[in-house]
């Protein structure tokens, strides 16, 4: 399917090279996109029946709607309607509704949220990235000071996608260069910027990027595909949900509709009593992770869609509200000591694929390569944060489990014991999210992409990228990422089945005592009790064998402890026989036999009883 048509005029505003290196590369980028690999990505699409205006790209698709139709509708309804009348895409765009609720007063009120903006904490709202934000600002000379920051609040986002897109240059040719938007812990008024900015090539995407992504049961989903809607656009879909244990006081504040309806789950794991294992690195006292922990549902959401290669988008949902914060003081000092250099340069970083952000046309991504890229960054981050998942979990259940079979449960994890009937529970979620997520990327590399054994993409929309380093680099990484992946989801297997085994040992006891109890014989029935008086028996003789063998560590300390005590006395004894006869070495011993055996209280307890005194007692 051809999404880039062989377009033989070049951008009208070339970026100038002025090294030979740079004007090769460019060269390879321009033969590479338009000549190599044909494939359907290229050869077979309908993009090159439609011919799209700079006016109808910067045009939003809400305000066509309403032009067209006449009638005034809401606008996440006008743009989240596919098929009205259905009540999938009804669901959908309910969903969306009741996360953008209040949205508008906020966009529409731009002085009200601007001091609201000023007041809130910085992880209570949302932070915006624009890749071309000064593009057409730095074309215009307009001076730096007027420049966009690189960080964007909910207004300044807005006003961003506001502005002029593509433009026309002396031929016709629509110019502009191609965009990445990113937004951390995105909420209602950044999707609502979105959906009234968008233009109607960028719809179709966007609707799966919101169904996927503002969802209470969000599923992993990986695929590329064509869309005919509204004339033919790629659309590149990438939703990952994972889990992630953050600090207590990091909370995603997002809901649904009303405050009782949080928009992530979140399990408190305080009462499990967890600690993180870096605490026992003595990594300070100020640390988060030394306070109360929780278990984090979150989602990464991307799409990459266009009209062609030369005009693509990106739009990336991500979520680190639990992760920890920098030190800020050492940030500062950062920034003021690299203040001058930074604004010298204006060197920024793409927070999508954590590389440095090309600027202008020196942006030669193409959209499939920088979609790979990006997966494999939040596969690799994904890895992490269920290996911590794991860390912690394997940990605490090491120390829980020492205690138990010690018998000091109680003092290391004072009225815990019920709370800890939901570790499986808790470890099952993660160990399926985690499955899931290898499934959906497994499916997505065998059937689609079709990677080959050496690595090679082989799928009719991808075999074109087989000799593009950076494709193949990041295919690299996502099968790594992968596999290990399926390392940490083994390991979780592993932590579930020694809780069980843990739980078997210590409530199988429990188990036996109600099974005695109720084979317990009627009064009447006197036949039946010398069976249940030997199935006591049996059972007293399992259950010390059981209870030895708990506490198995406990005995052998105090057995060692007496032998050591013993040896000590004997060593003793032999050291005064060698100054002492044997008849004096005799009377020692019979003594020292007499007073720790109490044989003494033993006798005057049975002279007290035959009635007679004491005195008689040789003293």
Not at 491 to 503: A, G, M
Request: include cysteine; aromatic fraction near 10%.
């Amino acid at each position: 399917m051809q999404l880039l048509r062989r377009n033989t005029t070049l951008p009208i505003a070339s970026p100038a090279h002025s090294k030979f290196s740079r004007a090769a590369s460019y060269y390879a980028w321009v033969k590479g996109a338009i000549w190599d690999g044909p494939d359907e990505w290229r050869d077979q699409s309908k993009i090159d029946r439609y011919k799209i205006s700079a006016v109808e790209h910067n045009k939003p698709f809400v305000e066509v709607i309403k032009e067209r139709s006449g009638y005034d509708f809401s606008e996440i309804s006008a743009f989240m309607d596919r098929n009205p009348g259905l009540l999938h895409w009804e669901h959908d765009t309910l969903c969306v509704e009741a996360f953008c609720q209040g949205a508008d007063e906020i966009l529409d009120n731009p002085v009200q949220d601007r001091a609201q903006d000023n007041q809130l904490p910085k992880e209570n709202g949302p932070e915006a990235w624009v890749s071309d934000r000064n593009y057409w600002l730095s074309q215009d000379g307009i001076a730096q000071e007027h420049w966009y920051g690189q960080v964007l609040d909910r207004l300044g986002f807005y006003q961003v996608l506001k502005n002029e897109r593509f433009r026309l240059n002396s031929t016709g040719e629509m110019i502009g260069p191609a965009r990445q938007v990113y937004i951390n812990n995105p909420d209602g008024a950044s999707v609502l910027a979105i959906l009234r900015t968008a233009p109607h090539p960028h719809a179709d995407g966007l609707r799966d990027l919101l169904s996927n992504y503002i969802s209470s049961s969000p599923t992993p989903n990986l695929s590329l595909r064509v869309s005919d809607f509204w004339n033919a656009s790629f659309v590149l879909n990438f939703n990952l949900p994972f889990f992630a244990i953050g600090p207590s006081e990091k909370q995603d504040k997002r809901v649904f509709h009303t405050s009782k309806h949080k928009f992530r789950a979140r399990y408190p794991l305080d009462s499990l009593n967890l600690q993180d294992p870096r605490s026992r690195l003595g990594c300070g006292e100020n640390f988060s992770f030394q306070k109360k922990l929780v278990l984090h549902e979150a989602v990464y959401a991307l799409i990459t869609t266009g009209p062609s290669e030369p005009h693509w988008t990106t739009y990336c949902f991500d979520e680190n509200f639990f992760e920890e914060d920098e030190d800020e003081s050492s940030d500062e000092d950062e920034e003021s000591e690299d203040e001058d250099e930074g604004e010298s340069l204006d060197v920024s970083v793409d927070p999508i694929i954590d590389e440095a952000e090309l600027k202008g046309l020196m942006n030669m991504w193409l959209p499939r390569q920088y979609s790979l890229a990006a997966l494999a960054k939040q596969l690799d981050k994904i890895l992490g944060y269920h290996a911590h998942v794991h860390e912690v979990f394997k940990h605490n259940l090491d120390i829980y489990m020492s205690s138990a079979r010690d018998g000091s449960v109680e003092n290391i994890y004072p009225s815990v014991k019920p709370a800890w009937k939901g570790f499986s529970e808790l470890l099952g979620k993660v160990i399926f999210c985690n499955s899931k997520l290898i499934e959906a990327v497994d499916d997505f590399l065998a059937k689609e992409v079709q990677v080959n054994p050496d690595g090679a993409p082989q799928g009719v929309l991808w075999q074109s990228l087989r000799n593009n380093a950076k494709a193949m680099k990041s295919l690299r990484s996502i099968k790594d990422s992968l596999y290990r992946l399926r390392a940490t989801g083994g390991k979780l297997e592993q932590i579930k089945e020694t809780f069980e085994e843990l739980r078997r040992e210590v409530f199988g006891i429990l188990t036996l005592i109600a099974q005695v109890y109720s084979g317990k014989p009627q009064k009447d029935d006197p036949e039946s009790w010398p069976l249940y008086i030997a199935m006591v028996v049996l059972f007293v003789v399992i259950c010390t064998a059981g209870i030895l063998y708990i506490i198995r560590r406990r005995v052998i300390r105090l057995g060692n402890a007496l032998m050591t005590y013993f040896k000590e006395r004997l060593g003793t004894i032999k050291e005064k026989s060698k100054n002492s006869s044997k008849t004096e070495t005799m009377q020692r011993c019979i003594c020292w036999l007499w007073a720790k055996s109490g044989g003494a209280d033993l006798l005057r307890y049975l002279l007290k009883i035959l009635g007679r005194k004491q005195h008689l007692l040789p003293k």
